[in-house]
C-alpha cells in the first residue's frame, strides 16, 4: 500500500468543504491514516513548496497556504499518490475535468482548494514534514474485502 498527503487548502476550510474533499477519499476506498487541523508557518511552507521558490507566484502561494487553518491528511491505498492526483484534477481548474474535486468545485488556480502529492517521493517528503510517525495510525477498513479483491 502506498500513501500520499493531502491538504484541504485554506479556502476548502473557509468553504466548509472539509467533509466534501474527506468524504470523496473515503467513498473511493482511501484509507485515512492520519488526519489533522493545523495552521502551516511560514517556515513549513516554504519547505513544503520549495520546488517552487523560483516562481513568480511563490511569495503569493506562501502567503494562501499560511493565512487560515488547512486541513491535513495521510492516505493510504494502492497506487495512493496517482488515484488522489486523480481525484484533485488539473492545477488550473479550468483544465481540471468535471469529476474531479477542482473541476467540481474550484474557479481559480490561486484558490484550488486541495493540495495531493505528485510523486511517491514527494509524498514520502510531505507526509514527513507534516506528521510526526505517532501520528499515523494503522486500523483495518471493515469494507477492504470488498474495495480490493486480494485484500491482506
Ligand atoms: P499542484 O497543486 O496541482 O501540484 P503545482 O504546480 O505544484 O500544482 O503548484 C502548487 C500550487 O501553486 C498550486 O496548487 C496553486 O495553488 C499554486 N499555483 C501554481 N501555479 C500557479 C500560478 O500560475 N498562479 C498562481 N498560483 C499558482
Ligand atoms: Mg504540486
Known sequence: M?????IVKPDGVARGLIGEVISRIERRGLKIVGLKMVRVSRE???RH????RE???????????????VVVAVVEGADA???VRRMVGATSP???????????????IGRNVVHASDSPESAKREVELFFSP??????RRADEPW??????
Open 2 to 6: 502506498e500513501r500520499t498527503l493531502l
Open 44 to 46: 513549513l511552507a516554504e
Open 49 to 52: 513548496y520549495q520546488e517552487h
Open 55 to 69: 516562481k513568480p507566484f511563490f511569495s503569493e502561494l506562501v502567503s494562501y497556504i499560511t493565512s487560515a487553518p
Open 81 to 83: 499518490v496517482r488515484v
Open 94 to 108: 479550468a483544465e481540471a475535468e468535471p469529476g474531479s474535486i477542482r473541476g467540481d468545485l474550484a474557479m481559480d
Open 134 to 139: 505517532g501520528e499515523i495510525l494503522s486500523y
Open 147 to 152: 474495495v480490493y479483491e486480494r485484500s491482506a
